[in-house]
């Protein structure tokens, strides 16, 4: 009987250890993520700047431009650069383990020396363009567009996950960037 006790105290207590080990990886976890909300940085050294205000600033420094973006929309995504793509994900669906991206829009330069006008890009977008491109702005060297995911992005068989895709693309494709250049 002794044996018996001793050994369901033991068990008893070597679930509380694993019980305790749960709570600090996630409490660990949980401060990465309230730490990573707040700036986004990548290792070209783009990032989003918080203010005190309702919007977020993303910079792109290498091709020398800002987007700023409503707060509460820049909680709901990832950015991410890869060469001069700005990719800007869902932060649901990239997080989750649906293995689907969540990209919302890519933004993209087109050089100037390809498209020396105004007129000669608008013509470009409306007869030879792949997929629908809009301008955002432009920079010293480049036209900065963006476009929208043309493939599916997230999990159609998880109503949480296409509700929040939806949304975000309605909110991108209603949004007015705001745009700067910057040296």
């Keep these: 009987m002794k044996e018996r006790i001793k050994i369901s105290i033991q068990k008893a207590n070597h679930k509380k250890y694993i019980v305790f080990g749960l709570f600090m990886i ?3 976890m949980s401060s990465q993520l309230l730490v ?3 700036k ?3 290792t070209n050294q783009t990032e989003a700047l918080e203010n005190d205000t309702e919007e977020m600033e993303y910079i792109n420094e290498s091709l020398g431009y800002s987007i700023t973006l409503p707060k509460n929309l820049m909680e709901r995504v990832v950015i991410e650069k890869n060469n001069n793509t700005v990719y800007i994900v869902s932060k649901m669906i990239s997080e989750s383990e649906s293995g689907f991206p969540g990209i919302i829009i890519y933004i ?3 050089r100037k020396s390809e498209y020396p006008s105004r007129e000669e890009l608008n013509a470009y977008i409306e007869d030879e363009s792949p997929v629908p491109l809009y301008v955002i702005g432009e920079t010293e060297n480049d036209y900065i567009c963006y476009s929208t995911a043309t493939d599916v992005q ?3 068989d998880d109503e949480v996950m296409t509700k929040e895709y939806k949304e975000l693309t309605d909110e991108f494709n209603n949004l007015d960037f705001k745009f700067s250049a910057v040296n």
């Design 26 to 28: 996630a409490v660990l």
């Design 36 to 38: 990573g909300c707040s």
């Design 40 to 42: 986004y940085i990548d």
């Design 108 to 110: 993209n330069p087109i």
């Design 154 to 156: 997230y999990p159609p």
